[in-house]
């Protein structure tokens, strides 16, 4: 209802409501309330900017990264003008070629020829040296430029360069999001599969994404007993077991995965206990460690407690007397489970499936540590992406950017089947 | 790589909470390294003499693990705080080309070696970058426990795939440089077309093929402290390890390792600086002036098992600090050690990094 239709009904009625000292009610409760909700607005203002500063922006400027694409526009504008009067056949003409020659001269000058010859390597590898090779003695070129180049390097040559340029001219593109899911352009432009022994990040998302389901499903195995282990017992024992939950919780997660590391490798404890027992022989220990089995081992211990809380919370709250009900009613234990109890339980499975997922999902150092070659995640080469090259730089962010929507994919079909509201975390 | 994510998280703590305080400030200065030994080498060997000398403070940071992303997120935040920083020669390329450090003039930055010979020459051939000095120069080679074969090691790089006679677990570095250069030498390349042969397709495929052989005896280990722990625990018996850090395992632990020299890839490590710091250029020349001057880097080796990148410095090497063990024949650039040796080619990889680096993370994810 807007103030004007109020104020009518006011008019009309003829007798506003006042406050003892005259005022209008509405205005004086409106402004009590708007110095609460000032008030209440400044108590949020410190998480807000932190949000803001250590979230939104540092987002923003991930997703700015992954198709900012100034090199070529920005870098050598003089080609871009020329290039966009090729036809895209052949080789260029002189025009262009003394465009870029006049390009690299600045670029040498400002030091951004660099960063030219990194997004180009990108997609060409070899490149970088030629075109660095050339800035150094651009400003000693005569023309005419195109033989000029031509002579200093035959790749100057190459159709497929040039086209790559004429494409590159665009200031946002979506090249580093076609390599993050293994596709790329050919050489007439189209958007094709990249050559297989190159496919690797469809992989690594796919491997991620079926390995965090893996351990998630383990943790709601191994967590949902010990949950209602932990919700039944007298409190004494049911204390003493909380601390066995709560003390890992607390430890540090690179000791917990080094423990791992020490009771899994195949001179570890394990393998040295089913050597003594005859179970293996000597040369025939197991590769438990460094590979998907260690992986996920070690994630399904790390992550159990998020597991076993929001789990405890819930079961801590039903009471034992609604299992009783069910079965003076004639229901069997599974079924009094499945319909009684289970149910009951949802809030809490729920929360703890949603948390140990995601937490999985982007998970990087246990991953890095024990997966050796088979176990690693998209995290892994995210970071790798991120310390390396510029080019690599904006990869990494793409496949950032890839991975955050995924998870928000998750989230947005998991509250629609679950809903977020219903979640019990603790 | 962990220490890598563990680094870039502290330093973007380290970066925003220090940076106020530590810029602009010419009595001291702030040098990156990559902590343990080797930073302790450069304490003893450089900032102490050099604090002695000029009053100028030393602070450390153990951050060069991280040190391209540390220099790219300060040069592009305009907020500089590293005056000096130690890195790899393909990362220093790296940050070269793209415009982060600051153009060195040897003549100008760098003192003549003891002898006279002007700096462009006393430094090892092909080290110096444009942006790029260096200081030592490493080995990353192929090291065994000697427990785990009673009747003798390996003893080339062929041995290293020969299954039958060497069985057990191979520890490779988890990247594709080097391994496919020994791959291809291993398959029979000639040492000096090895980067010719990897730069084509069918060399690559080659390479990819040779450690199809002997890929399911491999681990893949990320940390420089790993191999040493991997061959100690003998979960691998044959690894690629960094030379300092085999040295430092036999020494300090008397560990039973052997280092197989047979075709060691080298590499130099060294000084950048991060261009932004004008006001300490002054500063920061002396300190790179003193630091890289012929006895200060043979001084370094009587900590560390690197070898001095500069000639003049090789003569003046001498023992291991508190014993009589001499340094040379442990150093990477001992003649004997250097026969069959292949230099790291930096250029190479700025060029092919990038495509071999994904290509290689595709075979190890099929």
Known sequence: ?426 | MLRKMLLASAATVVVTAATPALTQDADSLTIVSWGGAYERSQQLAYYEPFTEETGVEILQESESANGLAGIRSQVEAGNVSWDVVDLLQSDAQRACDEGLLEVIDPAEWLADGDDGTPPEEDFIENTMGDCFIPQILYATMFAYNTEAFPDGGPQTVEDIWDLEAFPGTRALQRIPQKNLEWALLADGVEPDQVYEVLATEEGQDQAFAKLDEIRDSVIWWEEGAQPPQLLADQEAVIATAYNGRIFDAQMNEDQPFEIMWDHQMFEVDGWVIPVGNEDELDTIKEFIRFSTDTQRLADQAQYIAYGPARNSSASKVSTFEGTDIEMAPHMPTNPENLETAIAFDVQFWADYGDALEERFNAWLAQ
């Open chain 1, 1 to 426: 209802m807007t103030d004007a239709t109020m104020a009518d009904m006011a008019a009309s009625g003829g007798q506003e409501l006042k406050t003892s000292d005259g005022r209008s009610l509405k205005a004086a409760l409106k402004a009590s309330q708007s110095v609460e909700r000032r008030r209440a607005f400044l108590l949020v203002l410190p998480l807000l900017a932190l949000l803001v500063a250590s979230f939104i922006i540092p987002i923003g400027q991930l997703v700015t990264r992954s198709v900012y694409n100034p090199e070529v526009a920005s870098y050598l504008p003089e080609t871009s003008s020329a290039l966009s009067g090729w036809n895209g056949e052949g080789v260029p003409d002189e025009e262009v070629f003394a465009a870029l020659a006049a390009d690299m001269v600045v670029g040498a000058e400002n030091r951004t020829i660099g960063r030219v010859a990194a997004r180009i390597n990108r997609e060409m590898p070899g490149t970088r040296s030629m075109i660095m090779g050339l800035s150094r003695s651009a400003e000693e070129l005569q023309p005419p430029y195109r033989e000029a180049f031509l002579a200093d390097d035959e790749g100057w040559g190459e159709q497929a360069l040039w086209r790559f340029l004429k494409r590159e001219t665009r200031i946002i593109t979506p090249a580093y999001y076609l390599i993050a899911t293994d596709l790329e352009y050919n050489a007439e432009g189209e958007i094709v599969q990249r050559p297989e022994n190159y496919q690797v990040y469809r992989t690594l998302f796919w491997r991620t994404a079926w390995m965090s389901l893996t351990i998630t499903a383990l943790c709601v195995l191994l967590g949902y007993p010990i949950a209602h282990l932990l919700a039944t017992q007298p409190l004494r024992i049911a204390n003493i077991l909380m601390i066995l939950v709560l003390l890992p919780f607390w430890t540090s997660l690179l000791v917990r995965t080094s423990s791992w590391i020490v009771l899994l490798q195949q001179q570890g404890v394990i393998n040295d206990m089913l050597v003594w027992l005859g179970v293996v022989t000597d040369s025939g220990r197991l590769r438990m460690i460094y590979n998907k089995t260690g992986t996920i081992i070690a994630m399904t211990h790390i992550l159990l407690p998020f597991m076993i809380l929001p789990l405890y919370s819930v079961m801590k709250t039903i009471p034992p007397s609604y299992m009783r009900a069910a079965r003076s009613l004639g229901a069997t234990q599974t079924y009094a489970f499945t319909r009684v109890y289970l149910p009951l339980t949802i809030p809490g499975l729920a929360a703890g499936v949603l948390l140990v997922f995601i937490l999985a999902i982007g998970y990087y150092i246990t991953p890095a540590l024990v997966g050796g070659d088979s176990g690693i995640f998209i995290s892994n080469l995210i970071a790798s992406n991120m310390q390396s090259s510029l080019a690599n730089l904006k990869l990494g962010a793409a496949l950032a950017t890839i991975l955050l929507v995924l998870v928000m994919l998750f989230y947005f079909v998991f509250n629609k089947l679950i809903g977020v509201d219903r979640l019990k975390f603790g």
